[in-house]
């Protein structure tokens, strides 16, 4: 598993440390930043043009938002989408206008924001502009337009006809209960007939009840819409109560009759077309019902018009949507009346027919009646409930109280003090942060034996900078060479060396894995040195290269990579057709083919631990050579058959972050014979 992208972090005081020190060599560096903010943020408050900020309130009824009956129970929502909603804000604009405050859409979106209080049940208006005045007559315009609309939708009745429904329900629900515990087996079976004289006095009886919940509904609307123009519109309100207009009456007579068809059209069709006869000459035909209802609407906006300009009405749109609400709930309650009195007919002599039914089947027909009614009943309430949720957003919650907007007296933006703040703040952490970066690296980097010791590691040895092109050290026992080399080079392999043989006083450290990090860190090199210089000291020695995603050994060695490890592994060679011999008499070495395609089985077989376990009997000492651990985390695996672990640590390249991810990933293997070799260390 590669693990690059989830390396273990620093720890946060050793981080911290570091940071410190870094930011207090760049504290001029800051310190000029810091001024250079606060003297730039005073300059633009005081070039940046004035905005005045001016806010109303607009304070809901706390049982009208936070209903039960609601699906969205306490939320302000539906009322803060239809203030930021494109019609509302043309209504605006227009009474805006006509106060002589020009703005459009745009300018009006960009210096209005809708805050929902919800703990308060109210919503802020928020305006900011470049006037005061102009700030305040906007706020308290959009309170005012939207009150009005709050008038015409207020969702008092949506409310309490839910709340009978649901109490109605209940009812109904405990009448079918017990209905069905008392129902007694019989015999008795009633014909076609009757079963349909029954299923059509309770598809009309059920209507009864469930047009006078809308019956409730549209004239809890009414009176209140009719409270509204007695209280706002005294002078007008019982000559438009009249709608005395031959036009708009007649537009009103038609809605009526067709509304009254409309609400028993659906009976009629499900009872296979049952006829109604309507106390009315003439056809009327449902597919004209949106026209009608339209010239209604023309018509009351002519009539509205006209007695709007013969007593002098300020407020004429508000009195004509009032008006046409108040009408549309009018006649819906009209057509009501109109379809009980017609069902009441109906029920008449569908009565006559039940008790027409023979007196030994009475009982099992009042049963059956029963029954049959209970469950059309609990279906329309379902269904009328259903409908009314449908169109909750169509209804506002009831507004308590409006608080106005005042014209403020000082501007609001922009804020000079909270400016010269923020500039020295932007100041500072531009200071900090250039600080930090020009010197992350630095922090990241392992440089010397402290940065490892203070994070827990164990320094076996330091190896100097080694020369490029001289890879292979320790290749022969020739003194003249050795003393050629660097006498600090020798010393740290002589530590190494002397580690590895007296370093463990419970068990001989014969089998040595060596890896690192992160790859290029010099392990191979390590390893090829270590092995030789055992050689060197007369012990027989094995070096493995199991690093099969970037084997090394073979160029070291200057021989060929086949046949290697891998070959053994698939069972392609034995293992003495592997291991090969080198110029040095002691050393055996075994070469690894690169395997990119998936390392981690390989590397983690049994066939692997077999030949670890085998070839531990014939040396004095097994050196493995493997993939670096970040790079390859199933290498740990194999740590738990070795004695003891190397990490080669490259100094100023390495970061302590893909060591300590090192340290983590041979820990979650139960690894703790591990120590560091701290290579490339300048002299």
Not at 493 to 502: A, C, V, W
């Amino acid at each position: 598993m590669d693990t690059k992208n989830n390396l273990i972090q620093i720890p946060f005081q050793q981080r911290l440390k570091k940071r410190i020190n870094l930011v207090l060599q760049k504290k001029n560096l800051v310190i000029s930043l810091l001024l250079g903010g606060i003297i730039l943020a005073a300059a633009v408050s005081f070039i940046l043009p004035k905005k005045y900020k001016s806010t109303s309130q607009i304070y809901f009824k706390y049982n009208s938002v936070n209903s039960s009956y609601l699906s969205d129970n306490g939320s302000l929502t539906n009322e803060i989408q239809y203030l930021n909603s494109d019609n509302f804000q043309e209504n605006v604009i227009g009474s805006l206008t006509n106060k002589g405050i020009h703005i459009n859409q745009d300018e009006l979106t960009s210096s209005v924001e809708i805050v929902e209080n919800g703990g308060a049940s109210s919503i802020d208006v928020n305006v900011i502009s470049d006037e005061g005045e102009k700030s305040a007559e906007i706020s308290n315009t959009i309170s005012e337009k939207f009150s009005e609309r709050n008038i015409l939708a207020n969702r008092s009745a949506l409310l309490s006809t839910l709340k009978e429904i649901n109490e109605r329900d209940k009812s109904l629900q405990e009448d079918i209960r017990r209905s069905i515990a008392s129902q007694q087996t019989s015999t008795t079976v009633l014909n076609v007939q009757q079963e349909q004289v029954i299923s059509r006095i309770s598809e009309f009886e059920s209507e009864l009840e469930s047009i006078e919940l809308d019956n409730n509904f549209y004239s809890v609307r009414l009176q209140n819409l009719q409270n509204v123009l007695e209280r706002d519109f005294p002078s007008v309100s019982s000559n438009i109560l009249l709608f005395n207009d031959t036009k708009l009456n007649e537009s009103k007579v038609r809605l009526e009759r067709l509304e009254t068809k409309n609400n028993l059209s659906m009976i009629s069709q499900k009872l296979g077309n049952f006829p109604i006869e309507y106390p009315w000459e003439g056809i009327y035909n449902l597919s004209n019902l949106q026209s009608v209802r339209n010239d209604l609407l023309n018509n009351t906006e002519n009539f509205i018009e006209k007695i709007a300009s013969e007593n002098n009405i300020s407020n004429k749109s508000f009195l004509k949507d009032l008006s046409k609400e108040l009408l549309e709930n009018q006649i819906k309650v009209n057509s009501i009346d109109f379809t009980k009195s017609i069902i009441f007919g109906i029920m008449t002599d569908l009565e006559d027919q039940f008790n027409r039914i023979p007196f030994n089947f009475i009982e099992v027909a009042r049963e059956a009646r029963t029954k049959k009614f209970n469950n059309t009943l609990a279906i329309k309430l379902k269904t009328k409930a259903q409908k009314l949720k449908d169109r909750e957003n169509d209804f506002f919650a009831e507004i308590d109280r409006v608080i106005t907007a005042e014209v403020p007296q000082t501007y609001f933006s922009p804020n000079t003090s909270l400016n010269i703040i923020i500039g020295a703040l932007i100041g500072l952490i531009i200071g900090l942060f250039l600080a930090f970066s020009q010197n992350s690296t630095q922090i990241e980097l392992i440089k010397t034996q402290e940065d490892l010791e203070e994070s827990g590691f164990k320094i076996i040895a330091k190896i100097p900078s080694i020369p490029s092109g001289s890879s292979l050290l320790f290749d022969a026992l020739n003194e003249t060479e050795q003393r050629e080399l660097d006498p600090k080079i020798i010393e740290s392999f002589s530590n190494i060396e002397t580690f590895l043989k007296y370093g463990s006083l419970d068990k001989p450290l014969k089998t040595i894995m060596v890896t690192s990090g992160q790859d290029s860190e010099g392990k191979s090199l390590i390893a090829s040195n270590v092995a030789l210089a055992l050689a060197n000291s007369d012990h027989k020695v094995l070096l493995v290269d199991a690093d099969l995603k970037n084997p090394q050994l073979n160029k070291f060695f200057r021989i060929k990579s086949t046949p290697s490890l891998a070959h053994y592994l698939f069972r392609k060679k034995e293992l003495n057709e592997i291991i090969r011999t080198t110029h040095n008499k002691n050393l055996d070495l075994i070469t690894c083919i690169e395997f990119p395609q998936n390392p981690a089985v390989i590397i983690t077989s049994e066939r692997m631990k077999n030949f670890m376990s085998t070839v531990k009997n014939h040396y004095d000492y097994i050196v493995y050579d493997t993939s670096s651990l970040c790079s390859l985390k199933e290498t740990a695996e194999i740590a738990g058959e070795i004695d003891d672990v190397i990490l080669v640590v490259r100094a100023n390249k390495t970061k302590l972050t893909e060591i300590l991810t090192a340290k983590s990933i041979l820990e979650e293997n139960n690894i703790t014979g591990y120590n560091v070799v701290l290579n490339d260390v300048s002299t």
